[in-house]
């Protein structure tokens, strides 16, 4: 990274000290196009390793930024599609005022989601974040269906001299979009990652389909400008096929978490290396997991020497317990159950 990369690293927490305030994407878009992601990276996640904020602050103070982000980018957009005349700015700008309501469901998830266990929900409300989830995905997929229907109808229309070729503004609208867009997506999912939000990391992915959908645009325009102003709208028909594949990725990863699937087997094998690495576990007889929203659910059942006395077998066992649990930050429970080892001379 070299010296004057250190340097910045080293002052990350006098310059960047407020990093996570209203000015936030002003800074990303910055400090983006003059150093590199790696650097950018390591900056956010230093502050929020910082600032003590819980899960469910840093979320909504995320959301509360991309909205005004999102307000303002689609506000420039909208203006060089429509004083430009490019159909493919105007969809553009439409999908980034679609990531306005997306973030407000986010929200209203992580809120819900938040709560404490109640008499009707002992397990938590965590689930509620994958509707959230499930909620974006449907409109992100209702608004690609919308952009890509326009496109295709504009382009029929333009056999009849209806296409105008667009402005160069659109040209300078597109590559600012793809800059704040692909900023405002890393500075989402870092945070999503750092708080494993189902919800924010899927308005994260609307942040990069809209940046894929600029960069249709950008062609698009572009291709207009050389001579060929069907390319405009076809553009649209890009955007769109961007737009349907984020939103079936993020529809299926929120189902997955809402049906008690498995963790990846990655994780699964790390769990039974640190079981088999306890005192007094002589083997694991069943280890299942579930996923719960974000959360997870471990249920194990190890051998143990069968003449142990119950204290033993229960230190045994809340050994377990805390080395899953400390480890994996996401377990909200490990049940661990102790079956008796029997030698063949105790048979």
Same mark, same amino acid.
């Given at each position: 990274?070299?010296? +004057?990369?250190?340097?910045?690293?080293?002052?990350?927490? /006098?310059?960047? @000290?407020?990093?996570?305030?209203?000015? +936030?994407?002003?800074?990303?878009?910055?400090?983006?196009?003059?150093?590199?992601?790696?650097?950018?990276?390591?900056?956010?996640?230093?502050?929020?390793?910082?600032?003590?904020?819980? *899960?469910?602050?840093?979320?909504?103070?995320?959301?509360? *930024?991309?909205?005004?982000?999102?307000?303002?980018?689609?506000?420039?957009?909208?203006?060089? /599609?429509?004083?430009?005349?490019?159909?493919?700015?105007?969809?553009?700008?439409?999908?980034?005022?679609? $990531?306005?309501?997306?973030?407000? =469901?986010?929200?209203?998830?992580?809120?819900?989601?938040?709560?404490?266990?109640?008499?009707?929900?002992?397990?938590?409300? %965590?689930?509620?974040?994958?509707?959230? #989830?499930?909620?974006?995905?449907?409109?992100?997929?209702? @608004?690609?269906?919308?952009?890509?229907?326009? /496109?295709?109808?504009? #382009?029929?229309?333009?056999?009849?001299?209806?296409?105008?070729?667009? /402005? !160069?503004?659109?040209?300078?609208?597109?590559?600012?979009?793809? =800059?704040?867009?692909?900023?405002?997506?890393?500075? @989402?999912?870092? #945070?999503?990652?750092?708080?494993?939000?189902?919800?924010?990391?899927? $308005? #994260?992915?609307?942040? !990069?389909?809209?940046?894929?959908?600029?960069?249709?645009?950008?062609?698009?325009?572009?291709?207009?400008?050389?001579?060929?102003?069907?390319?405009?709208?076809?553009?649209?028909?890009?955007?769109?096929?961007?737009i349907l594949k984020a939103a079936v990725d993020i529809f299926r990863?929120?189902?997955?978490?809402?049906?008690?699937?498995?963790?990846?087997? %990655?994780?699964?094998?790390?769990?039974?290396?640190?079981?088999?690495?306890?005192?007094?576990?002589?083997?694991?007889?069943?280890?299942?997991?579930?996923?719960?929203?974000?959360?997870?659910?471990?249920?194990? %059942?190890?051998?143990?020497?069968?003449?142990?006395?119950?204290?033993?077998?229960?230190? @045994?066992?809340? !050994?377990?317990?805390?080395?899953?649990?400390? !480890?994996?930050?996401?377990?909200?429970?490990?049940?661990?159950?102790? *079956?008796?080892?029997?030698?063949?001379?105790?048979?």
């Amino acid at each position: 990274m070299g010296v +004057m990369g250190l340097g910045r690293i080293a002052a990350a927490d /006098g310059i960047f @000290t407020h990093l996570w305030d209203g000015s +936030m994407f002003h800074r990303c878009v910055l400090y983006y196009v003059e150093n590199d992601y790696a650097c950018l990276r390591l900056l956010i996640k230093t502050e929020v390793m910082l600032m003590k904020m819980t *899960n469910e602050q840093i979320a909504i103070r995320v959301s509360r *930024n991309s909205i005004i982000g999102n307000v303002i980018l689609s506000g420039f957009k909208m203006f060089a /599609g429509i004083f430009a005349q490019s159909s493919a700015m105007v969809s553009d700008a439409v999908h980034s005022l679609s $990531d306005v309501f997306s973030t407000v =469901i986010v929200i209203v998830g992580v809120k819900l989601a938040n709560q404490e266990s109640d008499k009707e929900h002992p397990y938590g409300h %965590e689930r509620f974040e994958c509707v959230a #989830a499930i909620i974006l995905a449907v409109i992100l997929f209702a @608004t690609g269906i919308g952009i890509g229907y326009s /496109g295709v109808h504009k #382009a029929v229309a333009g056999t009849d001299g209806e296409i105008v070729t667009p /402005g !160069r503004l659109a040209l300078v609208a597109a590559i600012v979009s793809i =800059i704040v867009k692909e900023s405002m997506y890393w500075y @989402t999912c870092i #945070a999503a990652k750092k708080i494993d939000s189902s919800a924010l990391m899927a $308005d #994260a992915w609307h942040h !990069r389909s809209d940046a894929f959908s600029s960069i249709g645009s950008f062609i698009g325009i572009f291709g207009a400008r050389l001579g060929f102003p069907v390319l405009d709208p076809a553009a649209c028909f890009v955007i769109c096929l961007f737009i349907l594949k984020a939103a079936v990725d993020i529809f299926r990863d929120a189902i997955r978490k809402m049906t008690d699937s498995a963790c990846d087997d %990655e994780i699964v094998d790390e769990m039974r290396r640190i079981i088999l690495a306890q005192e007094s576990v002589e083997g694991i007889d069943q280890l299942k997991t579930r996923m719960f929203g974000d959360k997870i659910y471990v249920d194990v %059942e190890i051998r143990s020497d069968g003449l142990s006395t119950l204290i033993k077998s229960h230190d @045994t066992a809340h !050994r377990i317990h805390d080395a899953i649990e400390e !480890r994996f930050i996401n377990v909200k429970h490990c049940m661990v159950h102790v *079956n008796p080892s029997i030698t063949d001379s105790e048979a």
